[in-house]
């Protein structure tokens, strides 16, 4: 900085004074002074030391790394000196600077000036085999601030060359040279960084000195003002085929990396494409519009017949209610049902009928007996009625597929289907009332087609929608046989009346309002626990257990005699045998076995008549 004072001219830029071309060539007898180049004066011109001629080997001076006493040149002729040392005239022009001026002011481009920041610091290469040449070598003896020469020398630091870092020393190749003489001063010198030629031909380099070359040290010519100085880190250079395998290895990555990622999303892309079948709107395949008729024989055919006759029943009375089904007998109104789905009316309540079309009507009580458990009713003032053919429950065997109608749980229109599962199954029902007036006593079908409360009363059809019994009780997992007398589910176990007894009982009730029940004439022993019915030895009103000139007194059965067999069928109990004679009507002709004081007999009677309740 100037400091707004007159520019002054700088040392390394100002012009030198002309010097004839007959000055002495050696700087140390030009009589520069104290310096050896420049006099006392560092305000003088500075003089670039004049190239050699082609074909002259000159060495530069060199500086005792011990006692720093510049030695003398080599041995050889040198041009333009005499053979004992003196200065010869050198003709020639004077040589071109080989930097321009600058108007700035600015040290030479490659030289830090006096004010140029301190070079970072560098790492030191290997140290050089003994007797070669190298840039820089340690010295930890000479104190701070020197590499060779005095490091208060303004001339040797800023003028020949960059000050190197603190415990070194400049060095050149170690080659003996004559000292100089006593009277001539030892100047101070030291050897600057030598610069390549801007032009060969301008200064032909000089042959190179003996011994080893000295290692390349990457130090050497350091430039500050560079874009990147230049680190040593001590890490291998990679060579050109290094770099084209890392290339090489780093696109096979990324290809792998490209590959995976896209296997990953092409996956993810085809899973959803085959869940969804495609990125358009999911359109599901469906059947087109078939004919609504169904084969006769089969289930939707059947149902598709016998649901117009079936009705489902609502009873109320003064005490209970309940829900039951029953189907159509004739045009006149005329329905079917189980006595236990309108007892809670009890003469009295209310039975409402509401058809498998949705129409309602009222309903009155024809007749009922509780020995059947049938029961008929009459609904007035409907029109359409559709009755349901009936079928001969004879004909029906085991295997026959059959399909149950009805309303269980009060789910109306309910249909069901199974088989036949047994015939002639002699079940009893009832018993509520706890003196036996309610008990039914029936010969069953048996089927697994599946009943629940809400069926009672409702039609069990064959393959050809015709009645072939009457659905009424079920066997529950928890209460044994009853007729829905509780809340329990099918088991697949259900049983229907025959059709062939509940059409007999149904026109009874239709024409007189009351049932017939066909009897033996005898009271039997219920508390008996051998196999088959035996005959009591006295009435239930204290009369003789065989009653006088009825059916049994006729055939000649006595008090005491066990009936084990009714028309060749084996009976087990006295229930067994009241089964098998209300599956008849009466004045049928049976044929029982009996035994009496151990001795088996066959007798045959007459089925006489009693009036139901």
Do not use: C
């Not at 840039?135 to 001339?155: H, I, K, L, N, W």
């Not at 509780?370 to 295997?399: C, E, F, I, R, T």
């Not at 149950?404 to 088989?419: H, K, S």
């Not at 029902?429 to 809400?454: F, H, K, R, W």
């Amino acid at each position: 900085m100037d400091e707004g004072k007159p520019t002054k001219p700088k040392w390394w830029s100002r012009p030198r004074t002309h010097v004839p071309d007959s000055a002495p060539a050696d700087a140390a007898s030009a009589g520069d002074g104290p310096s050896g180049f420049h006099g006392g004066d560092m305000d003088g011109d500075f003089e670039l030391e004049k190239p050699a001629r082609a074909g002259a080997a000159t060495v530069a001076d060199v500086a005792d790394s011990d006692t720093g006493a510049a030695s003398g040149p080599a041995a050889g002729p040198v041009p333009g000196e005499v053979s004992d040392g003196a200065s010869a005239p050198v003709t020639g022009d004077r040589p071109r600077p080989l930097h321009d001026p600058d108007p700035y002011s600015t040290p030479p481009y490659g030289g830090p000036g006096p004010w140029a920041p301190a070079p970072p610091v560098q790492h030191p290469g290997p140290a050089p085999a003994h007797g070669t040449a190298a840039e820089a070598v340690a010295a930890p003896q000479d104190p701070p601030g020197r590499a060779g020469s005095d490091a208060t020398d303004p001339q040797a630091q800023g003028v020949l060359g960059p000050e190197l870092p603190a415990g070194y020393r400049s060095a050149a190749p170690l080659h003996h040279a004559p000292a100089p003489a006593p009277h001539a001063p030892a100047p101070h010198t030291s050897t600057p960084h030598p610069a390549p030629p801007h032009d060969s031909t301008d200064r032909p380099a000089a042959p190179a000195a003996a011994g080893p070359p000295a290692p390349h040290i990457p130090w050497q010519h350091y430039d500050p003002w560079a874009a990147a100085p230049l680190q040593n880190s001590g890490a291998a250079v990679e060579t050109p085929g290094e770099r084209r395998g890392r290339t090489r290895r780093g696109l096979v990555l990324g290809a792998a990396l490209l590959a995976l990622v896209s296997g990953g999303v092409g996956g993810a892309v085809g899973a959803y494409l085959e869940r969804t079948g495609g990125i358009e709107d999911v359109e599901l395949p469906q059947a087109g519009v078939e004919a609504k008729g169904r084969a006769a024989d089969s289930v939707a055919g059947i149902a598709a017949s016998a649901l117009p006759s079936v009705v489902t029943l609502h009873v109320s009375g003064s005490d209970a209610q309940g829900t039951g089904t029953g189907f159509v007998l004739d045009r006149r109104g005329h329905i079917l049902t189980n006595n236990h789905v309108v007892d809670p009316a009890d003469g009295s309540g209310e039975i409402s009928v509401t058809f498998s079309g949705g129409q309602t009507a009222r309903a009155k009580m024809v007749g009922h007996d509780s020995g059947y458990d049938l029961a008929v009713v009459k609904v007035s003032g409907v029109s359409g009625l559709k009755p349901l053919p009936l079928g001969n429950s004879d004909n029906v065997q085991v295997g026959d597929p059959v399909v149950a109608i009805g309303a269980p749980f009060d789910l109306e229109n309910t249909v069901t289907a199974g088989i036949i599962s047994a015939k002639e199954r002699p079940i009893t029902a009832g018993g509520e009332e706890g003196d036996g007036s309610d008990i039914s006593y029936v010969d069953a079908l048996q089927t697994d087609a599946p009943i629940n409360p809400g069926n009672s009363g409702g039609p069990l059809v064959d393959s050809k929608a015709r009645v072939i019994g009457i659905n009424s009780a079920i066997r529950s997992a928890d209460s044994g046989s009853d007729l829905e007398g509780g809340q329990s589910g099918s088991i697949g176990l259900g049983f229907a009346i025959p059709i062939n007894q509940g059409k007999r009982v149904a026109e009874e009730l239709i024409n007189t309002g009351r049932a017939t029940h066909p009897v033996i004439g005898v009271t039997l022993d219920m508390e008996y626990s051998g196999d088959g019915a035996r005959v009591g030895t006295k009435s239930n009103d204290g009369g003789p257990p065989v009653n006088r000139g009825g059916p049994g007194a006729r055939a000649g059965i006595e008090a005491g005699d066990v009936i084990t067999e009714v028309d060749g069928q084996r009976v087990h109990s006295g229930e067994e045998l009241i089964v098998k004679t209300r599956a008849h009507r009466p004045g049928d002709e049976l044929e029982l076995t009996l035994e009496r004081d151990g001795k088996e007999r066959k007798v045959t009677l007459v089925l006489g008549s009693a009036d139901g309740d």
